[in-house]
């Protein structure tokens, strides 16, 4: 059972680059949230064609839009925030995800403030983990980007 697969209200992404299904739990500490890649995924037609993998920076993005779908559905930004990745660190690829797989993103928040967001996540297909990072997002509007 999720909390919410209305992931287009909380996060400014739209197909082809929404990386985030669902959200399945959330809370202060933290949040689970899922993605299915399919062969339909863009990038699987150069990365690679004989052998598809999901970029493991498409992997960080999952990682971090996860992060930041989930602290909108708990309203800790005014609607229509945006969040700019500033910095990722700590970042290992331990196993490949390929066509087919869900991911499980297991986020906790480190810092969370008006205008940054710290946090930390894990990316696993079942019970195996797949990569792990730590990020910083700025805390933005679209009025501010103009």
Not at 69 to 79: G, M, R
Not at 86 to 96: G, I, L, T
Request: charged fraction near 25%; aromatic fraction near 10%.
């Amino acid at each position: 059972m999720s909390v919410t697969s209305d992931i287009e209200s909380l996060l400014p992404h739209r197909k082809p680059f929404l990386f985030v299904d669902e959200i399945v739990s959330c809370d202060d500490k933290g949040s689970v949230c899922t993605r299915k890649f399919t062969e339909d995924d863009f990038f699987f037609k150069g990365h690679f064609p004989q052998y598809p993998v999901v970029p493991g920076v498409i992997l960080i993005e999952t990682m971090a839009q996860a992060g930041g779908a989930a602290l909108s559905y708990q309203k800790k930004f005014k609607d229509g925030s945006l969040f700019f990745l500033a910095s990722v660190d700590k970042v290992k690829f331990r196993s490949q995800v390929r066509p087919g797989d869900t991911v499980r993103m297991e986020i906790e928040n480190l810092r969370i403030s008006s205008k940054m967001i710290k946090q930390s996540g894990k990316a696993f297909v079942s019970d195996t983990l797949c990569a792990e990072a730590e990020w910083l997002c700025l805390v933005g509007s679209a009025e501010q980007a103009e």
